[in-house]
């Protein structure tokens, strides 16, 4: 018994110091007391995900900096895909007759620095259609599970609801009435202590149905 009592104490020990670390406390802090019961949260108004709240994910906000900086890249691409055409003028005086002593001319880029100007521009165009599936993909997946923890939450609620405002009262009325029954004769002891331990079963699962109302809070 004093090791079993030992053992439970360390856990205890232990497990108020993991609770204190991961509110930003020190291990050995006393923790609060329970509240004595937790209350029924309403429901949130918001029914779908909009999106501002959409962009404040780290994976979405990742995707829409990728398609910026593939904006860019391909706005490059188009920018050195326009031939660089250069004027210029020379004189040579080796030249007997001042025609030929004077040159202008254009230079222009050969054809295949202009191909890989173009196939810059393609592997960018490529890469940016590409992110913009992925990014809708991600914006149906993130609606989709919005979706599903909303009905999980509206769930737990309806569930928290059920024993708040019908379940535990009909036990507690349940228990007032049968102890006059016994008392008349018109009940059992069985039925009596049956109906006692009801509300006290039923008080149990409301705490853990509001434990996971709250768990699930938007």
Sequence with gaps: ?????????????????????????PPEAPLAAPPERLPLLPMPRAEAIDDETLARRPDYRRKLADERRIEAELDLAQREYVPDFTVFGSYNSMWATLSHQLMVGISAPLPFVVDRRAGAESAAR???????????????????EHFAALEQLREAHHVAMLYEERLLPLA???????????????????E???????????????????????TRKG
Excluded: C
């Design 1 to 25: 018994e004093l090791l079993e009592l030992f053992l439970t104490t360390r856990l205890r020990r232990v497990l108020i110091a993991q609770l204190n670390t991961l509110l930003n406390r």
């Design 126 to 144: 490529a890469e940016l259609a590409a992110n913009g599936h992925a990014r809708a993909a991600l914006d149906a997946e993130i609606r989709g």
């Design 172 to 190: 507690e009325r349940q228990a007032a009435a049968v102890r006059p029954a016994f008392a008349a004769g018109d009940a059992t002891f069985y």
């Design 192 to 214: 009596v202590i049956a109906a006692e331990r009801n509300p006290w079963t039923l008080r149990a699962d409301e705490r853990e149905a509001l434990a996971n109302r709250h």
